[in-house]
Structure formats: C-alpha cells, structure tokens
C-alpha cells in the first residue's frame, strides 16, 4: 500500500523567509503525489500535482515541490513566506480504488504558523 | 460557480439519532467520496462511488451507510450515531484517473453528544 509521511507537524516561520514542509512516500511503483491546502474552516484546495512528468512541480501562489525518487521525498517549498499562507498542508498520494476512481491518501497534516 | 456543496455546515446529536449528509456536485462528475478528518489523522476514506446506484467501502466504513441514486448527489448516513462519529466530514469528486485530483467540498461539522 502506497502511503507518505510529513515530518513535522507544525512549522513556524517569519513573514518573508523561505517554507519548507517536509513529506516521504512509500510506493512500489511511481506515484502520483499531491499537496493541498486547508485554510480555517474551509475545505481543501490542490496546491500543486506530481504526475511523473517534470520532477520540479510549480503550483498556485509561489508554492513548488520537487519529486526526488532517490530520496523518496516531495518537499513542499516557497521562498518567501505571507501571512495568508497560515494554513494546514497534506501531502497526498494517489492510488486506483478497485472498480475505478483513485484513492487519496493523506498524511497527518503540517500546519504552517507565519509571523511578523 | 459552486463545485461541491455539503448540508447541512454544522450538527450536534445525541447518541443514538440518525442524520443524513447531503453532498451535491455540478460537474459531471463520475468519481465522489466521503472522508472524515480527525485531529493529527489527515483524512480517512469512508465509503466512495464510482458512478449513479454504486458506492463501495473505503478504509473506516463502519456506522456509515452511503447512497448515489442520482449522480450529482452522494448521501451520507448515520443510522445510530456515536460519539466516535464527532468529526468534520468532507465530500469530494472527481474524475477517477490515478493522476487526478479531487475536488472537496467545505465540511460539515458534527458533533456527538
């Protein structure tokens, strides 16, 4: 079974530095990875998807991730973090359900803290 | 513009009542799914359908009942609720292929007393 785990459960930075969010996989075979972004009280938004084409994925608002199979990582990046980045992130993988449609399988969530 | 709609936002129940989740979707479609987030857990597949009049069992079926009598809607029910059943429940659909992402709508919040 495919799974990913995020290293850290909550990250803080200052408004203006870099984010780096943390998540590794486990697949036998190339997956299809995502991250998305839940905001208070509100349902979840794709960010970005790795579909095994670019290893370098850019996303919605600055955000990027990059797909390292030596390393089975799929780190969430941006170089300049905003106050409305303060959100929970999921790193997701994908996976066909038995009689069609794909499975998301989340990880346990990082939620993003940005100070002035 | 609406995507995907759940009703009702926000329930509180006794032990033992029965409700029903209303999630509707205006695009197309074939592909929804019933999720449930806890604190620290990420979300869970409850149960899922692959198109009008199917729905299959997902990772915490148990207490759930689902129906998709008509494609644009997928019911969620609980028979005899619990408090293991307080939670924020997300509905979600999409197009089916492995590299596809889902769209969710914006939680309903239940409570169990």
């Given at each position: 079974?495919?799974?990913?785990?995020?290293?850290?459960?909550?990250?803080?930075?200052?408004?203006?530095?870099?984010?780096?969010?943390?998540?590794?996989?486990?697949?036998?075979?190339?997956?299809?990875?995502?991250?998305?972004?839940?905001h208070?009280?509100?349902?979840?938004?794709?960010?970005?998807?790795?579909?095994?084409?670019?290893?370098?994925?850019?996303?919605?608002?600055?955000?990027?991730?990059?797909?390292k199979?030596?390393?089975?990582?799929?780190?969430?990046?941006?170089?300049?973090?905003?106050?409305?980045?303060?959100?929970?992130?999921?790193?997701?993988?994908?996976?066909?359900?038995?009689?069609?449609?794909?499975?998301?399988t989340?990880?346990?969530?990082?939620?993003?803290?940005?100070?002035? | 513009?609406?995507?995907?709609?759940?009703?009702?936002k926000?329930?509180?129940?006794?032990?033992?009542?029965?409700?029903?989740?209303?999630?509707?979707?205006?695009?197309?479609?074939?592909?929804?799914?019933?999720?449930?987030?806890?604190?620290?857990?990420?979300?869970?597949?409850?149960?899922?359908?692959?198109?009008?009049?199917?729905?299959a069992?997902?990772?915490?079926?148990?207490?759930?009942?689902?129906?998709?009598?008509?494609?644009?809607?997928?019911?969620?029910?609980?028979?005899?609720?619990?408090?293991?059943?307080?939670?924020v429940?997300?509905?979600?659909?999409?197009?089916?292929?492995?590299?596809?992402?889902?769209?969710?709508?914006?939680?309903?919040?239940?409570?169990?007393?």
């Amino acid at each position: 079974a495919q799974s990913v785990t995020q290293l850290d459960s909550h990250v803080s930075v200052s408004e203006g530095t870099p984010v780096l969010l943390r998540c590794n996989y486990s697949s036998s075979y190339s997956p299809s990875l995502f991250w998305y972004v839940q905001h208070p009280n509100k349902g979840l938004q794709l960010l970005l998807k790795y579909t095994s084409a670019a290893t370098l994925v850019k996303g919605i608002n600055g955000f990027e991730a990059e797909f390292k199979k030596s390393e089975t990582s799929f780190h969430l990046t941006k170089p300049s973090a905003h106050m409305s980045d303060a959100a929970e992130y999921f790193c997701v993988v994908s996976d066909i359900l038995t009689g069609g449609g794909n499975k998301l399988t989340f990880g346990t969530g990082t939620q993003l803290k940005v100070e002035l | 513009n609406a995507g995907v709609t759940q009703t009702p936002k926000f329930r509180v129940l006794k032990t033992g009542q029965s409700m029903t989740l209303l999630c509707a979707q205006d695009m197309n479609h074939e592909y929804m799914y019933w999720y449930r987030q806890d604190p620290g857990m990420g979300l869970r597949l409850i149960h899922y359908s692959v198109g009008e009049g199917t729905t299959a069992k997902g990772e915490v079926p148990d207490g759930y009942n689902v129906s998709r009598l008509k494609k644009q809607n997928f019911l969620l029910g609980l028979e005899s609720a619990a408090p293991s059943q307080t939670s924020v429940y997300f509905c979600a659909s999409g197009r089916g292929t492995r590299s596809g992402e889902l769209f969710f709508g914006e939680g309903s919040r239940l409570t169990v007393l």
